[in-house]
C-alpha cells in the first residue's frame, strides 16, 4: 500500500511540473572579485523559497522565479563556502552579473547538522566537518580509517590491516560497559551500518560532520549517545554536464616487526641448551642448518591495489544529477584475501513549483576473502609467522605438503586449501517530497523515506586433507554456506516554520515524527564427506542412516524498531545571540514493557563576541569569536541483543520428549543507558581569516548502565542485565588550522586537532566497588577497563627465578593473584593528528600524521613465544637472554621458573605516531590541452601508512581491544599512482 501511494504521489508531482506556473526569468554570471575568474558551485536562492540553481563551470546561472513570487521585489542570494554571501533585488532587470570576494568571517559557512542545516555563527552544539576531498582518495576499503586524527573528539583504532575491514570508532571515549560504543552513522537521512562500509565508495561523499555532545546529537535521541556521523552526499551542479574520471593503481605490503622470532641457528642451539628435545642427531643437525626460512617472507606478499571511478553531474535551474560508477579491487598482503567491489550511484533532485523532491541511492556488490585473525589456534595460519619453526619449509623436496615435526599443521597448507568467501549486496537510499506553503510563508512541509539493505553470502570449504579438516570434520572436509539479510527502514516527516520579526529577531521551529525498524534474518547449512574435485555442494556426500554425514543447519531472526517525535527551535537576536532547544520522546522495542519510552532533551547558547562593541579595539586580531555552552541528554539503547528484555524459550527434548526450556527471564524495568553532558567554548578566526581555532571543555556522565545483577539462586538463574552504574568521560578538545603564508602562487597550510579524555567509573552494582573480569578490572575511581596484573620485578641474579613485587610494593619470588593493583588502562586518553599542505601553482605536497599516548597494551602475542614450555616450535630471540650462572643480569627467568603471563612484563605503552597520508600532485596546465575537450588534469601520488614510530613489540601498535591476542593483520603500507581527468 505505501508503495503504490508513493508511486501516486511521484506522478502527480511530475504533473504538477507541467502545469506550474511560471515566472520571469534572471541570468548572468558570478565571479571573483579580485581576479574576475568565474565561479562555478555559487548557490543562487530565491530568497524565502526553495527555488535555486547553481552556476555551472562558466560562472553562468539561470533561475526563473516562482509564479507566486513579484519579480520586481523577489531578492536572490549568492552564496558560496569562503566567499561573502550577497544578497540583491531583482527589481526590473533580467541579468545580473555578481562579483563576490573572500569571506575572512569563516562562521557564516553552512554546518549539516543532520535533520537541519545552520550557519557556524549558531550552532551551539560541538560540530566538527571533515572535507570529503581528504578521504576521497584514501586507497582504504573502508573509508572510516582515514578518519583518524582527521578532528578532535573522534579516535578510530583501525585494527585490522584485512581488505574491507571496519575500524573501531569511538567519539569521545567509551561511555557504555556492556552496550555497543559504536556511533550512529547516517548518510543522507538513512541509518547505515559501520559493518558494510567496505561496500561503500568514499568518493560519492560531500561532506562528513561530527556531531559530538548533547546539543548537536539530542536531536537523534536514543540513537545518538554515541556521537553522530552525519555522510552528505555529493549532488549535482545545473549547468553543462560535467564528467570526471578516476583511476589509481598502487602497491602494498606488510609493515615491519617489532617482534623478532629465532633463525635455525638460534633455535637448534636454543634447543640443545635444552637436552635436545627432538633427539636431533648430528647429520640431521647438519640437513635442518641448510634451511632458514623467513615465515614473514612466506606468508607476506605484495599486494596490489586498483581503484576507477567515473562520474556525471549537470541538469538544468530545475532538476539536477549526480551519477557515478566505480570498481575497487584490493589484494591483501598475505594470500588468498581481499576486497573487490563494485558500486553505483545516482542522485536527483528536482523543483516543480511550490514542491521538490529527489532520490539519493548507492548500489553495491563486494566479493571478501579473509582469514581468520585475532586468536590463539593453532589452525589460525596468521600465527604460523611466529610459531613455526624456521628449519620447517612450506614444501617437500617432492613438492607436497611438509607435515611439521612439532605436530603444528603447515599453516600455508591451511590458508591456501581452506576458502572463506563473502559476498555481498548492498543498497542505500532514499526518496523526499518537500512542500513550501504558498500561504505561509516560511512554512516548509517534508518527508523522507529511506532504507538500508544488505544481503550476504558466505561460503567456507575445508579441504579433508588439512588440520582443520582433519580435526573439525574427522577427515571428512565440510562445505559450508550461510545467508544473511539485514533491511532497515527510517521514515522522517516534519513540518518547519522560519521566519523574522521586528528588526532583529529570527526563530525557526520543526516538528518530527521519525520510525525507524530493522529486520535481521540468517540460514546457513554445512555438509560433510567432501568427494571428487568438486569445492561446492556438489561435493557434499548425503547424509543416511548409516554413513553419519548429517548436514548440520541453523538459522535466526532479530527485529528491533523505534518510534520518535521530537522537535528543534532555533532562536536568533540580532545575529549575534542565538537559543537553541531540542526535545524528544522515543520509544524503543528492546526494552521492558514498564521503560520503553524515555525523554530527552537539550539547550545550547552561542553568542558572537567579536560583534560587540566592547570588542572593537580587538577587531584588528579577530575577525571572528563565538562563545558557545550547552547540556542536554541523549540515550544509548544499542545492546547486543534486540531481545534482552524478553522472556525467551528454547526447545528441549527430555527422555524423549520434546518440550520448551526457559532461556531468560523477563526483565520489564530493562531501560536505556543515559548520558548527559555539558559542552563549552570558544571558536575564533584571526589573520584575517587564515587562522581558524576551536577549544572545547566536555563533561559526559552516563548512568543506568548496562551491567548484570546477580540474583538468588533459587531463580535457576545467576543473574540480570539492569541499569545500574555510572561511567564518566570528561576532556578537552583543541583545534588549529590556517595558512601560514597566502600568495596568489604560493600556500602553506597546516592544521592539528587534539584531545584528551579521562575516563572514569563513578558507581557499579549496589555497593560493589569492583568487578574483575581476566586482565581487566572496572573499579570506581578508576577508568573502564583498566589493567590488573601483578607488577613483574625481573630476575633474582642469585638463582634465575622470577621477581614481583607484592601489593605494598616489596619484591617477592612467590606470585601471589592477590598481589595485582592497576597498572594502566587501555582506555586512550591522547590522541590527535597534525599535517601541513604546500602549494605552489599547480603543484601540491601534503602529508598527515595521527598519534596515540597514555594507553597501555597487553601483549598476548609476545606471551606465546616467551614462553619456555613452548620450546617445541619457535620462540622470541630475546629468550636466546635466559638466565644463566654465565647470564645473571637479565629479565628473562631460568627455563625452570614457573611462568606467569598474567603479570606487567607484557604489558607495553600503546603509544605510536604514524604517517597517515602523503600525497604528492600536479595539475597541469589549462593551455596544454584547452583544445580537446578536457577541463582538468591532475597527475598524483600517495602513500598510505608508510612509517610507524613506535615501541610497541608488534606489527602494529594499533589494537581497539587493548589486548593482542595472536595472529595479527597488520595495516597495509600502500603507495597509488593516480589520474584525475575532467570533461
Given at each position: ?710 540474583l538468588s539462586r533459587t531463580t535457576g538463574f545467576t543473574n540480570l542485565l539492569s541499569n545500574v552504574g555510572e561511567l564518566r568521560n570528561r576532556g578537552v578538545e583543541l583545534a588549529l588550522n590556517g595558512d601560514i603564508i597566502a600568495s596568489p602562487d604560493f600556500t602553506w597550510s597546516a592544521n592539528i586537532s587534539a584531545t584528551y579524555n579521562k575516563n572514569e567509573v563513578l558507581s557499579l552494582v549496589g555497593n560493589e566497588e569492583e568487578m574483575i573480569e581476566g586482565l581487566y578490572i572496572q573499579r570506581v575511581g578508576e577508568p573502564m577497563n583498566s589493567l590488573y596484573v601483578v607488577r613483574y620485578a625481573g630476575v633474582n641474579p642469585d638463582n634465575g ?54 594507553n597501555k597494551l597487553y601483549n598476548n602475542d609476545r606471551a606465546n613465544v616467551e614462553h619456555p614450555q613452548y620450546l617445541w616450535d619457535n620462540l622470541s630471540t630475546s629468550m636466546l637472554n635466559e638466565w644463566t650462572p654465565d647470564n645473571r643480569v637479565t629479565d628473562v627467568p631460568r627455563p625452570g621458573s614457573p611462568f606467569r603471563s598474567g603479570t606487567t612484563r607484557f604489558v607495553e605503552d600503546g603509544d605510536f605516531l604514524r604517517l597517515r597520508n602523503i600525497n604528492l600532485s600536479y595539475e597541469l596546465p589549462q593551455s596544454i590541452y584547452s583544445g580537446i575537450g578536457i577541463s582538468s588534469i591532475r597527475l598524483f601520488a600517495q602513500g598510505q ?39
Amino acid at each position: 500500500m505505501r508503495k503504490f501511494v508513493l508511486m501516486v504521489f511521484a506522478l502527480v508531482l511530475c504533473l504538477v511540473e507541467q502545469v506550474a506556473a511560471q515566472g520571469r526569468t534572471i541570468s548572468g554570471t558570478v565571479t571573483e572579485q579580485a581576479t574576475g575568474e568565474a565561479l562555478p558551485g555559487v548557490s543562487v536562492i530565491v530568497k524565502g523559497t526553495t527555488t535555486g540553481v547553481s552556476t555551472g563551470v562558466d560562472g553562468g546561472y539561470s533561475i526563473t522565479i516562482p509564479a507566486n513570487v513579484t519579480a520586481e521585489t523577489a531578492t536572490l542570494v549568492f552564496r558560496q563556502i569562503g566567499m561573502t554571501t550577497q544578497e540583491i533585488v531583482i527589481g526590473n532587470r533580467s541579468s545580473i552579473n555578481v562579483a563576490l570576494s573572500a569571506d575572512t568571517r569563516q562562521l557564516s559557512e553552512v554546518v549539516v547538522t543532520g535533520y537541519t542545516t545552520q550557519t557556524q555563527r549558531e550552532v551551539a552544539g560541538s560540530v566538527s566537518t571533515v572535507k570529503a576531498e581528504e578521504i576521497r582518495q584514501v586507497p582504504l576499503a573502508s573509508f572510516d580509517q582515514a578518519l583518524q586524527g582527521r578532528a578532535p573528539g573522534i579516535l578510530v583504532q583501525a585494527n585490522s590491516g584485512q581488505p574491507g575491514a571496519a575500524a573501531n570508532v569511538v567519539i569521545r571515549g567509551r561511555g557504555s560497559l556492556r552496550g555497543t560504543n559504536d556511533p550512529l552513522y547516517i548518510m543522507d537521512g538513512v541509518q547505515i551500518s559501520a559493518a558494510d562500509f567496505a561496500t561503500l565508495n568514499p568518493a560519492d561523499f560531500e561532506s562528513l560532520t561530527i556531531l559530538k555532545d548533547a546539543s548537536a546529537t539530542s536531536i537523534y535521541g536514543s540513537r545518538g549517545a554515541n556521537g553522530v556521523v552525519v555522510i552528505t552526499t555529493r549532488k549535482g551542479l545545473a549547468g553543462k554536464t560535467r564528467i570526471n574520471y578516476d583511476v589509481q593503481y598502487g602497491f602494498s605490503r606488510a609493515p615491519e616487526n617489532r617482534l623478532e622470532v629465532m633463525n635455525t641457528e638460534q633455535k637448534l642451539q636454543y634447543e640443545l641448551q635444552r637436552g635436545n628435545p627432538y633427539g636431533w642427531t648430528d647429520e640431521e643437525l647438519v640437513e635442518l642448518r641448510k634451511v632458514d626460512t623467513n615465515w614473514e617472507d612466506v606468508f607476506f606478499k605484495t599486494g596490489t591495489t586498483k581503484n576507477h571511478t567515473l562520474s556525471a553531474s549537470g541538469g538544468s535551474e530545475k532538476t539536477t544529477y549526480y551519477l557515478s560508477g566505480s570498481l575497487f579491487d584490493q589484494t591483501g598482503t598475505v594470500p588468498n584475501t581481499g576486497l573487490e567491489r563494485y558500486t553505483g550511484r545516482a542522485n536527483v533532485e528536482s523543483n516543480a513549483g511550490n514542491f521538490n523532491f529527489g532520490l539519493n541511492s548507492t548500489f553495491g556488490y563486494s566479493e571478501f576473502t579473509n582469514t581468520s585473525e585475532a586468536n590463539t589456534g593453532i589452525n589460525a595460519p596468521l600465527n604460523a609467522i611466529r610459531w613455526t619453526n624456521p628449519y620447517e619449509t612450506v614444501y617437500d623436496e617432492e613438492g607436497n605438503y611438509t607435515q611439521m615435526t612439532s605436530g603444528q599443521p603447515n599453516a600455508m597448507q591451511e590458508l591456501l586449501e581452506n576458502k572463506n568467501l563473502r559476498q555481498q549486496m548492498k543498497a542505500v537510499g532514499n526518496i523526499y517530497v518537500g512542500y513550501q506553503a504558498p500561504f505561509l510563508e516560511g512554512l516548509s512541509l517534508r518527508t523522507t523515506w529511506g532504507g538500508d539493505f544488505t544481503g550476504n553470502e558466505q561460503t567456507a570449504f575445508v579441504n579433508p586433507t588439512t588440520y582443520t579438516g582433519q580435526f573439525s570434520t574427522g577427515g571428512s572436509g565440510s562445505f559450508g554456506r550461510g545467508y544473511n539479510r539485514n533491511f532497515s527502514y527510517t521514515g522522517t516527516t516534519s513540518a518547519t516554520y522560519s521566519t523574522s520579526f521586528g528588526e532583529d529577531h529570527t526563530l525557526s521551529v520543526g516538528l518530527f515524527n521519525e520510525i525507524v525498524n530493522r529486520k535481521f534474518r540468517t540460514f546457513n547449512f554445512t555438509g560433510y564427506g567432501l568427494g571428487g574435485a568438486f569445492q561446492n555442494e556438489a561435493g557434499i556426500t548425503p547424509g543416511n542412516a548409516t554413513n553419519g554425514y548429517i548436514p548440520a543447519v541453523g538459522g535466526s531472526g532479530t527485529e528491533n524498531a523505534l518510534l520518535s517525535y521530537f522537535t528543534n527551535i532555533n532562536y536568533g537576536f540580532k545575529d549575534r545571540y542565538f537559543v537553541t532547544l531540542g526535545a524528544r520522546r522515543d520509544g524503543s522495542s528492546r526494552f521492558g514493557a514498564n521503560r520503553r519510552y524515555a525523554n530527552f532533551g537539550s539547550i545550547g547558547f552561542s553568542w558572537i563576541l567579536s560583534d560587540e562593541a566592547f570588542f572593537e579595539g580587538l577587531t584588528g586580531v579577530f575577525n571572528d569569536v563565538k562563545y558557545k555552552i550547552s547540556y542536554g541528554s541523549a540515550g544509548n539503547q544499542a545492546l547486543t541483543d534486540d531481545f534482552a528484555s524478553r522472556e525467551l524459550f528454547a526447545r528441549s527434548v527430555y527422555a524423549g520428549i520434546s518440550g520448551l526450556s526457559q532461556l531468560q527471564l523477563a526483565n520489564p524495568d530493562l531501560q536505556w543507558e543515559r548520558k548527559t553532558t555539558f559542552n563549552t567554548g570558544l571558536e575564533f578566526t584571526t589573520l584575517n581569516g587564515r587562522l581558524q581555532a576551536t577549544g572545547e571543555f566536555y563533561n559526559a556522565v552516563t548512568s543506568d548502565l548496562f551491567l548484570s545483577r546477580q540474583l538468588s539462586r533459587t531463580t535457576g538463574f545467576t543473574n540480570l542485565l539492569s541499569n545500574v552504574g555510572e561511567l564518566r568521560n570528561r576532556g578537552v578538545e583543541l583545534a588549529l588550522n590556517g595558512d601560514i603564508i597566502a600568495s596568489p602562487d604560493f600556500t602553506w597550510s597546516a592544521n592539528i586537532s587534539a584531545t584528551y579524555n579521562k575516563n572514569e567509573v563513578l558507581s557499579l552494582v549496589g555497593n560493589e566497588e569492583e568487578m574483575i573480569e581476566g586482565l581487566y578490572i572496572q573499579r570506581v575511581g578508576e577508568p573502564m577497563n583498566s589493567l590488573y596484573v601483578v607488577r613483574y620485578a625481573g630476575v633474582n641474579p642469585d638463582n634465575g627465578n622470577a621477581q614481583y613485587f607484592t601489593r605494598e610494593g616489596e619484591i617477592t619470588e612467590v606470585y601471589d593473584p592477590n598481589d595485582r593493583v592497576i597498572v594502566g588502562s587501555v582506555e586512550t586518553p591522547w590522541f590527535g593528528g597534525f599535517g601541513t599542505t604546500l602549494r605552489f601553482k599547480g603543484l601540491e605536497l601534503s602529508s598527515f600524521f595521527s598519534f596515540v599516548t597514555g594507553n597501555k597494551l597487553y601483549n598476548n602475542d609476545r606471551a606465546n613465544v616467551e614462553h619456555p614450555q613452548y620450546l617445541w616450535d619457535n620462540l622470541s630471540t630475546s629468550m636466546l637472554n635466559e638466565w644463566t650462572p654465565d647470564n645473571r643480569v637479565t629479565d628473562v627467568p631460568r627455563p625452570g621458573s614457573p611462568f606467569r603471563s598474567g603479570t606487567t612484563r607484557f604489558v607495553e605503552d600503546g603509544d605510536f605516531l604514524r604517517l597517515r597520508n602523503i600525497n604528492l600532485s600536479y595539475e597541469l596546465p589549462q593551455s596544454i590541452y584547452s583544445g580537446i575537450g578536457i577541463s582538468s588534469i591532475r597527475l598524483f601520488a600517495q602513500g598510505q601508512n608508510l612509517k610507524t614510530w613506535t615501541n610497541f613489540k608488534g606489527f602494529d601498535p594499533e589494537v581497539s581491544t587493548g589486548s593482542l591476542v595472536g595472529a595479527q593483520y597488520p595495516a597495509l603500507r600502500t603507495v597509488t599512482f593516480g589520474l584525475n581527468v575532467g570533461f
